[in-house]
């Protein structure tokens, strides 16, 4: 089932809506993550839904980084042994259709990163690779927007460079039932050029192995997103670099789930 999280002037504080083959919305009521969604009898259409929100609000936003071997290679960095894992806080969410904002301190270098998301669906505890994957929810796109700067020279650790406001786009909806994720192929075109173009199964850790390294000590609660890494052909490692400017068009596109449509914003003043 592909959902959708939606605010307008009837729902102002937000509503799920089940999409229909039609692109028709079927609004719904109740909890996404307790199961207990019903239909209200109404349906919209794309048009009439308003404000498209992030499809889940993540208590944690979790991220693997150096997953695909090739993007290793780009950055001229070792594959590593274990998953890399840092932290995105939750200030950084945006939603389909919403703006990257540079920063107003550090607006030069800041990159995209296309991600197939993970959301959890229940209290994950010390899980056992075997069992990980009925742990999930469903799955999201999602864009690791990253200050190159902050990150590998400035702070020189990862959360800040990637915790700014909106740089965690996630959408544009959620999908349920993929049984198989590692069919999933991720696209990602920066003004309608592609940049990003691999498949989920080239990734050095599979989704099972990286719920079972996270909950080893890291209780992750129902709605945790975890960022599963991206694929090579981020902006740093062209030639020469292509990094974000006002006015770019971003699209994440995932089989399956959709295209998740943001533009990047000069700095607030």
Request: net charge negative; proline share 8%; aromatic share 6%.
């Amino acid at each position: 089932m592909k959902y959708i999280r939606f605010q307008n002037e009837k729902y102002p504080a937000g509503s799920y809506g089940a999409v229909a083959a039609d692109g028709q919305v079927e609004v719904m009521s109740g909890d996404l993550i307790a199961g207990t969604l019903q239909s209200t009898g109404e349906k919209l259409s794309p048009a009439e839904l308003g404000k498209i929100l992030p499809p889940i609000d993540p208590p944690n936003i979790i991220a693997i980084g150096a997953n695909y071997v090739d993007h290793c290679k780009e950055c001229a960095a070792e594959p590593p042994k274990y998953p890399l894992v840092f932290v995105k806080t939750t200030n950084a969410l945006a939603g389909e259709g919403d703006d990257v904002v540079l920063p107003r301190t550090n607006p030069d270098e800041v990159d995209y990163e296309a991600e197939l998301a993970v959301v959890i669906g229940k209290k994950a505890s010390y899980v056992p690779e075997e069992e990980a994957m009925d742990y999930i929810l469903g799955y999201t796109c999602a864009n690791d927007i990253s200050s190159r700067d902050v990150q590998l020279k400035i702070d020189t650790q990862w959360a800040r460079g990637k915790s700014f406001d909106t740089f965690c786009p996630l959408g544009p909806c959620l999908v349920t039932g993929i049984t198989n994720p590692s069919d999933l192929h991720i696209r990602m075109r920066l003004n309608g050029k592609e940049m990003q173009n691999q498949p989920v199964s080239d990734m050095l850790f599979s989704i099972a192995r990286i719920i079972a390294h996270l909950s080893a000590g890291i209780t992750m609660e129902p709605g945790t997103v975890i960022l599963t890494g991206t694929p090579c052909g981020v902006g740093m490692a062209q030639n020469p670099p292509r990094y974000l400017r006002p006015g770019d068009e971003l699209e994440v596109e995932i089989d399956r789930i959709g295209i998740l449509h943001n533009r990047v914003a000069a700095p607030t003043r």
